[in-house]
């Protein structure tokens, strides 16, 4: 089944999507009790991470683990640790964790790139855009990003405190087309299914409605420790930004082939494709800092979706740092396009009208080839084909990404 059919009926299918995050619960990992990996399960994983990857399909991961196996190596053995023991336990753990994701992955050849970033990398415009950008080019050349919190330098207020909702600020950051949630139980009930077994199961929701918020219930001890109510804040930033997210049982043995064979998880079924929901950000959330005015060859280039090189552009206006939104305008001053740039304007004014192949020698440093990405350029006419007849309609992502 190919993905647009599937956000017409059906559920997706893992295998033919071309970029999937997998996010990993502390549970699955660390065993709770003594603090050792349980490198059979993740072996196990990795032996699935590794058959989507022949199938084609990028996949990242983003594990939790660290706390739970770096804290009994410092002698935290006591149920509750503060929140300085749990930044030392994660410095101690975040290296075993990554040694075993090494081990694991070396097995099929894969070589594995960790990543740890904070709530402000995702939210903050320029490094977000540098951490998305290492991701993928990461994925482009074929290793598997193991991603966590950075907590030893995450504080209280800042933490995300759950996995869940990284990851789907992370599926968002790197246009993923889907989310799973590895956990203990194997997708959404209509209650609590621990206090109510007779609760009904959920296999496909299309919107994070009201009725879907109160099948979570009230949040978890502590609300910081995940439950059904961060999974749902996860799906939310998901669908919002057009990836898919599944919640499906981590405790079996070849977890994500369980999930497919089995059929047995919950889909959130995003209604468009994490490219038009990123162009849709684009064009409609954020306050444009500059112009830049191009020629009409650019004009003509950017029409065939293209991206902007700095050689078409005439001239540019207002003052912008990298990764700002700007406006992209013909030289009667026409709106054609938003966009993030790569550049400042100070730069931006210095390689305007010169070929790429310019830009080392005149900034001193080799920046990117282009002035705006294709993928981080959206037209303002209904011509952009990334958003389809529905370019229109300005939903509000801001906030989300
Ligand atoms: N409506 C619901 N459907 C399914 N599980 C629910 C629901 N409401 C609360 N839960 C609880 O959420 C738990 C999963 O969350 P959590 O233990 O945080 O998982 P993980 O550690 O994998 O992130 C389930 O074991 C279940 O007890
Ligand atoms: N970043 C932390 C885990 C945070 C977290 O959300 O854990 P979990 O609820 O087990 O996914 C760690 O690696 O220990």
Redesign the pocket.
């Known amino acids: 089944m190919s993905d647009s059919s599937t956000r017409a009926a059906g559920r997706p299918d893992l295998t033919a999507l071309r970029r999937v995050v997998v996010k990993i619960?502390?549970?699955?990992l660390v065993d709770a009790e003594t603090g050792a990996l349980k490198r059979a399960w993740l072996d196990a994983l990795v032996d699935d991470i590794a058959e989507l990857r022949r199938h084609g399909v990028e996949v990242a991961v983003v594990s939790s683990g660290a706390i739970s196996a770096g804290r009994r190596q410092l002698g935290l053995t006591r149920d509750s640790i503060r929140l300085e023991e749990k930044q030392a336990a994660a410095a101690a753990g975040q290296i075993r964790l990554a040694h075993a994701y090494q081990e694991s992955l070396a097995r099929h050849e894969l070589t594995v790139a960790q990543i740890l970033i904070t709530l402000a990398d995702t939210e903050e415009r320029r490094r977000h855009l540098n951490a998305r950008s290492t991701v993928g080019t990461l994925l482009s050349l074929g290793a598997v990003p193991v991603i966590n919190e950075n907590d030893t330098v995450a504080t209280n207020e800042i933490r995300f405190g759950?996995?869940?909702r990284l990851a789907a600020r992370v599926a968002a950051m790197i246009d993923a087309e889907a989310l799973v949630?590895?956990?203990?139980?194997d997708?959404?009930?209509?209650?609590?299914?621990?206090r109510d077994p007779d609760?009904a199961f959920v296999p496909r929701v299309d919107a994070i409605t009201p009725e879907i918020e109160r099948?979570?219930?009230a949040a978890?001890r502590g609300y910081s420790?995940?439950?059904?109510v961060?999974?749902l804040a996860a799906a939310r930033v998901a669908l919002t930004a057009g990836c898919h997210m599944a919640?499906a049982q981590?405790h079996v043995d070849r977890p994500l082939r369980h999930m497919r064979e089995s059929g047995r998880c919950t889909w959130f079924v995003a209604a468009e494709e994490p490219r038009a929901a990123r162009k849709r950000w684009i064009a409609g959330s954020l306050s444009p800092a500059g112009r830049i005015t191009v020629d009409d060859g650019a004009q003509k280039a950017l029409r065939r979706g293209t991206s902007l090189l700095p050689a078409g552009v005439v001239a540019v206006g207002g003052t912008f740092e990298r990764g700002d939104a700007v406006v992209v305008q013909d030289r009667q001053g026409r709106e054609l396009a938003r966009g993030l740039i790569a550049y400042s304007a100070d730069a931006a004014r210095r390689i305007a009208g010169r070929k790429s192949a310019e830009i080392a020698d005149i900034l001193g440093y080799s920046g990117r080839e282009e002035l705006i990405h294709r993928d981080d350029l959206a037209l303002t006419t209904a011509d952009d084909p990334a958003l389809g007849d529905k370019a229109a309609d300005d939903t509000a992502k801001e906030g989300e990404r």
């Open positions: 619960g502390s549970n699955l759950d996995n869940d949630l590895l956990s203990d139980v997708g959404l009930y209509a209650g609590d299914p621990r609760a099948m979570a219930g978890p420790t995940g439950g059904m961060t999974k919640i981590g």
